[in-house]
C-alpha cells in the first residue's frame, strides 16, 4: 500500500476510530468517560480534523481494549476497504477534485456511506483506463481543459502579471520582444539560458528544452529551434519565476508528468509566456482592423503574425484567449493536428473545444477526421505522413494560411475556420495544422465583416468518416466506410420494428 499523508490519514484513522467504537456499541460519552477527553475533541478526531498526540493514543486503545499497534495500523476491515482503494487509485489521488467544488470529505463520505458502490465506482475507472489505454495524466488535462473552459481560456490576473512585471523590468511591450533583452532578464531571475549544451546529448534533441536546477539554475534549449521558439521557452521561464510557479517539468515536450498542480503551472507560465509576447492591448487593436475588412486577407493575417513574431500556433492559440474576452465571440475551438507514418492518419494533438461542436476525439481513436475539414485537407496537400517536400521548398518559416465555411451536417452547426500549415521545426517530415475555428453566430457575422467572403471555399463536413451519413457516391474524400453511422441506424431500425411488435400485441 502507498504511504497516507496528512489529512488522508487523520480521516482514515478517525473513520477506524469511529467503526471500532461502534462495534464495540460505545458512545462519545462512553469513551469520554474512560478517556477523560471531550467528547468534542473526540469528535474531531472522528471527523479527521486532528490527530491525537501519541499518549492520548495510548489511552484510546487502553478504553477501546484494542492492541495500540493495531489502533493506529492501516490495516482496515472490509468495511473500509472500498475506503483505501479509492485513497489508493492513482486517479483519485491526482484528481483535482477541488477544482470542481468537491474535497476529499465528499469522497470519503462516498465510500463511507456506501463502500460497495464506491468500491465498485473505482474498479471501473480502473478497468475503463486499463481497456482504452489512458493514463492519469488524460484524465488530469481533460480537467486542465474544463478549467480553461471555465474561464473562456482568459486570465485576467496573468494578463495583469506580465504587464505589471514589464514596467517593473523596463522589458518594452512593443512587439517583438528582443531576444536578448529576454535572456538578460531570465538571468537577473536566476536562469542562464543554454543553446549549445542540448547538442552535446543526440537522444535528447527531440526535446525543445531541458531545466537544470543549480546555482544558478539553467535552461538549455534545443538550437535547432526557431528563435520565436526559444523566445516563447524562455518568456515561459520567466512566467515560472514571476507568478513564483514550484510545480515544473523538466523538459519540453513533457516525458513524465507527476501531478496536476505540474500540469497547471505549466499552463499558467507559458499563459504568461504568450501574453508577455502578444500584448492584448496591441493584438485587439489589430483584431479590429482585420475584422474591419470586408474581405478575406490571409496575408494581412500573416503581417500581424509577423508583426509579433511568433509561431502560428502560438498566434492562433493567443486568439482563443483573447477573441472571447474582449470581442464577445466565445464559441470557439482550437485544434492542432499532424501527420503520421501510417498511410491516410492524421493525429488530433491538441485540443481546446469551447463550443457546442461535438468533436470526436481522444486516446487511441481509430476513426479517420473527416477529410474536408479545412486542416485535413492542407495536411493531405504535405503528401501525408513522409512529405516529399523539402523544407526549403515548403518555407517552414512561412505558414501557409487559409480559410473555409464549414457546415456540419449532423450538428447543423456552421463554423469560420482559419487554419495554417507548416513542417514541425524538429521533425520536417511530419506536418502540424492548427485550426480556430467559430461558430458563425450573429456576434460573429456582426464583428468579422468579412465572414461571407465569396473567395472563402465552403465544405459540407461531418465528424468523422465512420459516422457520416454521407453516400459514398456523394463524397470522394471519404476515407473510410460510415460503420458507426450505419450500426445506429441498423439499431433505430430495430427500435422501429419493435415498437411495431408491441403495438401490434396490445
Not at 474561464?151 to 512585471?165: G, L, M, P, R, T
Not at 520565436?228 to 515561459?236: D, M, N, P, T
Not at 503574425?305 to 498566434?315: A, C, G, I, L, N
Not at 502540424?432 to 450573429?442: E, L, R
Request: net charge positive; hydrophobic share 35%; proline share 5%.
Amino acid at each position: 500500500m502507498k504511504s497516507i499523508s496528512g489529512e488522508y490519514l487523520k480521516l482514515l484513522f478517525g473513520l477506524k476510530l469511529k467503526q471500532v467504537r461502534q462495534d464495540k456499541k460505545l458512545s462519545l460519552k462512553n469513551i469520554s468517560e474512560k478517556t477523560h477527553l471531550s467528547v468534542s475533541y473526540l469528535s474531531e478526531i472522528e471527523s479527521g480534523k486532528k490527530y491525537p498526540k501519541p499518549e492520548k493514543l495510548i489511552t484510546l486503545s487502553q478504553a477501546l481494549e484494542i492492541p495500540f499497534d493495531e489502533l493506529v495500523s492501516m490495516n482496515v476491515g472490509k468495511t473500509l476497504n472500498p475506503l483505501m482503494e479509492l485513497l489508493e487509485s492513482p486517479l483519485i489521488r491526482e484528481f483535482p477534485f477541488q477544482m470542481f467544488g468537491i474535497n476529499i470529505r465528499n469522497l470519503i463520505d462516498l465510500a463511507t456511506n456506501s463502500p460497495h458502490k464506491s468500491g465498485a465506482l473505482v474498479r471501473t475507472l480502473s478497468e475503463f483506463m486499463r481497456s482504452y489505454d489512458m493514463r492519469v495524466e488524460h484524465f488530469l488535462f481533460a480537467a486542465l481543459r474544463s478549467y480553461q473552459k471555465y474561464h473562456k481560456n482568459y486570465f485576467e490576473d496573468i494578463e495583469k502579471e506580465v504587464v505589471s512585471f514589464q514596467k517593473s523590468c523596463g522589458l518594452s511591450s512593443s512587439p517583438p520582444i528582443s531576444y536578448d533583452e529576454l535572456k538578460k532578464v531570465a538571468k537577473s531571475l536566476g536562469c542562464e539560458i543554454d543553446i549549445d549544451s542540448l547538442s552535446n546529448y543526440p537522444e535528447l534533441l527531440s526535446l525543445r528544452s531541458v531545466f537544470v536546477e543549480g546555482d544558478p539554475d539553467k535552461l538549455l534549449i534545443n538550437p535547432k529551434l526557431l528563435p520565436s521558439q526559444k523566445a516563447f521557452i524562455i518568456g515561459r521561464e520567466i512566467g515560472y519565476r514571476v507568478l513564483k510557479l514550484k510545480n515544473r517539468p523538466k523538459t519540453s515536450s513533457w516525458i513524465k508528468i507527476e501531478s496536476f498542480d505540474q500540469i497547471l503551472d505549466n499552463f499558467k507560465a507559458s499563459y504568461f509566456s504568450g501574453a508577455l509576447h502578444i500584448s492584448q492591448k496591441d493584438l485587439v487593436k489589430d483584431l479590429q482592423k482585420f475584422f474591419s475588412q470586408k474581405t478575406w486577407k490571409p496575408d494581412h493575417l500573416l503581417e500581424i503574425m509577423h508583426k509579433y513574431q511568433v509561431t502560428p500556433e502560438m498566434f492562433l492559440y493567443r486568439l482563443s484567449q483573447i477573441i472571447p474576452k474582449h470581442f464577445g465571440i466565445d464559441e470557439i475551438y482550437y485544434l492542432r493536428f499532424s501527420t503520421s507514418d501510417e498511410p491516410d492518419r492524421y493525429h488530433l494533438t491538441k485540443e481546446l473545444n469551447m463550443s457546442p461542436l461535438g468533436m470526436p476525439s481522444g486516446i487511441n481513436l481509430r476513426e479517420h477526421y473527416c477529410r474536408r475539414w479545412l486542416a485535413i485537407s492542407q495536411l493531405k496537400d504535405t503528401g501525408c505522413g513522409k512529405s516529399s517536400h523539402k523544407p526549403s521548398e515548403k518555407k517552414p518559416n512561412i505558414p501557409i494560411i487559409d480559410a473555409q465555411r464549414s457546415r456540419f451536417i449532423d450538428q447543423g452547426l456552421d463554423i469560420f475556420n482559419i487554419s495554417t500549415v507548416r513542417p514541425l521545426i524538429l521533425n520536417n517530415q511530419v506536418f502540424s495544422s492548427m485550426t480556430i475555428g467559430f461558430v458563425i453566430t450573429d456576434k460573429f457575422k456582426k464583428t468579422v465583416k468579412f465572414w461571407n467572403d465569396s473567395s472563402i471555399l465552403d465544405a459540407e463536413v461531418n465528424e468523422t468518416c465512420e459516422r457520416c451519413c454521407l453516400k459514398e457516391e456523394h463524397c470522394s474524400e471519404r476515407a473510410s466506410e460510415s460503420k458507426i453511422y450505419a450500426k445506429k441506424e441498423k439499431i433505430k431500425t430495430r427500435e422501429i420494428h419493435l415498437n411495431q411488435l408491441f403495438d401490434d400485441f396490445t
